[in-house]
């Protein structure tokens, strides 16, 4: 038995510690390992982005690995194998570091500390007021366990907190809606708006020009889910008219994104690239490596994704 492992940026010596905490002693193939005579022995596949076309070679392949909570880098290749259980990193570390970045860029735009830094370009000494928290309404789109968590800390400083999701939630001290009927009352009771939707058909575009109209006037959008969620057309329109105030965008249509792109140089969209919470190797390593010896003793991995909702 082998496993197919690729990930450009890993430390090779994270990977072999936890597969030899998780007691497997299977053999590690990359890409330039892969002969016609060993691609049958793969059985698992541990991958971040692999080469379009690479996983079809694997024809007992049992489970696909994401190194990631995203798996469009699997399901965007048209050749990868159907019926092919894939299984997203649930990571502990990684919905932490994406609601310290959700923390970040709410109380950046509450608080005004976009503002001063244009201030001091022009040495300008202005000081604004900033409203209760509980006076600042933050919506969530999409209440998995990274949007419940950051839904909860957020509540915890007392912000005015509305979560939403496609099916009923129920969190703490956080107003839940759910379903096409009560997204509007999200958007309207929106002052911070953060989305962090997985990618489906249903999410493509989502924020798109009517969306921002029914948000309140000076509003915020923080994007750290899926660039493809937001029309950019429609969202640079609303940042130029000043409907929309500003927006912290740290995913994108195309990444890197392209040079001379109009979000590169406007005033009031701040870029990061792909940095909210990148995985943290050493946790993604323990838990894939956990799954994989689960597996191996007959158990079910998860969580595992269900295609047709994507995610």
Known sequence: MAIFFHWTDANEDVWKKAFKEAGIDSEILTV??????????VKYVIAWAPPQ???????NLKYIFSIGAGVTHITDDPEAPEGVPIVRLQDDMLILDMSCHIL???????????????????????????CDNSDK??????LGQTGQDACRRLAGLGFDVTGWARS?????????????DQFDELLKSSDILINLLPLTPETENILNADSFNKM??????????????????????????GHIEAAALDVFRIEPLPQGHPYWEHKNVFVTPH????????SAARFISGQIRKAMDGGTPAPIVDIQRGY
Request: proline share 3%.
């Open 32 to 41: 330039n390992d892969l002969t016609d005579s060993n691609v049958e022995s």
């Open 53 to 59: 076309g690479v996983l079809k070679r694997f024809s």
């Open 104 to 130: 970040h860029w709410v109380l950046h735009f509450h608080r005004f500390y976009y503002q001063y830094g244009h201030y001091q370009k022009e040495q300008k000494w202005l000081r604004h007021r900033y």
């Open 137 to 142: 309404r933050v919506g969530i789109m999409g």
């Open 168 to 180: 009923p939630k129920a969190i703490g001290g956080v107003r839940c809606l759910h379903g096409n």
């Open 216 to 241: 309140p006037a000076g509003s915020f959008v923080i994007n750290c889910s899926r660039g493809a969620s937001i029309n950019d057309d429609d969202l640079l329109a609303a940042l130029d008219s």
């Open 275 to 282: 940095a909210a919470a990148p995985s943290n190797e050493g």
